[in-house]
């Protein structure tokens, strides 16, 4: 059986429809300033991400783990993984070393992407990952050494076109989650890009989103239920959704409830209490 890659669905296929431009994610900052982005920006952006991970020779089930608070470059960097076909696994910011070993270790990570604050957890674990090939860091212009690399100074040299097969067997591989380990050693659970199929319907049938709704997800991209209806279904479903770049905080919370006017909330019992 053949699907469409997962980045194809939410994102470039609207590009090739002439929607590249629709304004699909509304992203409030810390200081709750806000950004719109449209297909257009994550296609492009995520196709240099893509690029990044092809000269490194990342290939078909190499898996590229992204250790990153929830950001505009997390969501590039999930789409530029699984146009290259291989296997992404988005992991808590928060992590420390021991669990940050565990999910690495099991998963053969072969590339992180992070930020420069969470360099110094992965390589006090470094000689224990030996399939760690290099570590991408989000916010330094120059490369530490031949390990600790800049994405910035090398997205700067790559092309913002990427091919990718946009068609490949359904069971493909796509991301990586791992249970929270609150029962035992964190589980990881591998989702295939057939998995679009079911996401889409259940966010469809239970979210039931009418073409007017402003939706809002809190919920981490590292939980399965925040990668898959905070990201993957609202923007292959076309739902204008927004995301919050910021940790909780209840008065923040309620001044963006208000203020963008959301009609469907997604969120935790824990924050509601």
Partial sequence: MVINNIAYTC?????EQGLGDKE????????????T??????????????????ILDIEL???????????????????????RQAISCILF?????????????????KIIITKNSLVRKILNIKQ?????????????????????LSLKKILNDVPSIHDYPQQLDAETPAFLQYTSGSTGK?????????????????????????????YWCTADPAWITGLSYGIIAPLSTMAASIQFGGT???????????????????????AMR
């Fill in 248 to 270: 909780y905080n209840a008065i923040h919370w309620l001044r963006i409830l208000k203020e963008q006017q959301i009609t469907v909330w997604y969120t935790a019992p824990t």
């Fill in 24 to 35: 699909i994610l509304k992203w409030i900052h810390n200081d709750l300033s806000e950004s």
């Fill in 11 to 15: 994102l470039t296929k609207f590009c």
């Fill in 128 to 148: 224990e990952l030996p399939n760690l090939k290099a570590i991408l860091v989000i916010d330094i212009d120059d490369h530490t050494n031949k390990f600790v």
């Fill in 186 to 214: 964190p589980k990881g659970a591998l989702h295939v890009h057939s998995a679009i199929k079911d996401i889409n319907q259940s966010f469809t049938e239970i979210i039931q989103l009418r073409p007017d709704d402003k």
């Fill in 61 to 83: 089930e190499d898996v590229v783990s992204i250790f990153l608070p929830r950001s505009l470059m997390l969501i590039n960097s999930f789409f530029g993984t699984v146009k």
């Fill in 93 to 109: 910011s928060t992590l420390g070393e021991d669990a940050l070993l565990d999910r690495l270790g099991n998963s053969q990570t």
């Fill in 37 to 54: 982005y449209t297909y257009n920006y994550f296609d492009r952006e995520s196709n240099k991400i893509a690029n990044v991970l092809k």
